[in-house]
Structure formats: structure tokens, C-alpha cells
């Protein structure tokens, strides 16, 4: 499923560290830490020194960080090799690649054409 986003992105640097929460129609870059809910209309990118703890909803995500929370997202979500994501994943579709970790539950739609 394509990004609903404007096109822009929202950077948060790795000396960035947001306490509360986040709402915005376009993709979202992460290398810093948030402590609080993200909903993102677009794609959220967390790179390999972002840590967020809260809940999450997003069109798709990208995840090389540490998560601690749940999240929901309409697309595809990818767990990168060394990420972390401790909480619950509701997905269209996921990769985990090697050397991932996740701990939690994962539910995915069950499309009409399995009948």
C-alpha cells in the first residue's frame, strides 16, 4: 500500500528527544528518542539509534531501532537485522529479517480470496 504523505518528511536527529505525542499527515524520519504516540498518515522511519516507547500507528514502517509499544500499520512494516521491537504488531504484511528481535504478538488480516 503506497504512503498516504504529502511528499515531505519530518526529521528528528539523534539529539532530538520528544516526551508527548505526534500526529502528522507526512513520513517521519526517527534517529533520536520518543516517549509517547506517533499516528502518521505516511511512512514511519526508525533508524538504528531511534528508540520510541508508546503506541504507534502508521501507513507503513521501517524499523531499525528500538520500539517498546504497539503498533499499528495499514502496509508493510519491516524489522530490520539488529532492531528491537517489544510490543504488539498489527500488519498487512511484515518482514523480519535476520538477526531481528521481536517479542509480542503479530495479527494480520486474513484476506476474502483464503475462503
Known sequence: ???????????????????????????IRIAGAVIGKINTKGTLIVEQTGKIKGEIKASAATIAGKIQGNIECDGLMILESRSCFIGDIKTRQIVINENAEFQGNCAMPISEAAD
Open 1 to 27: 500500500m503506497a504512503s498516504k504523505s504529502s511528499g515531505e518528511i519530518t526529521h528528528l536527529s539523534s539529539s532530538t528527544v520528544v516526551e508527548g505525542n505526534i500526529a502528522l499527515d507526512n513520513d
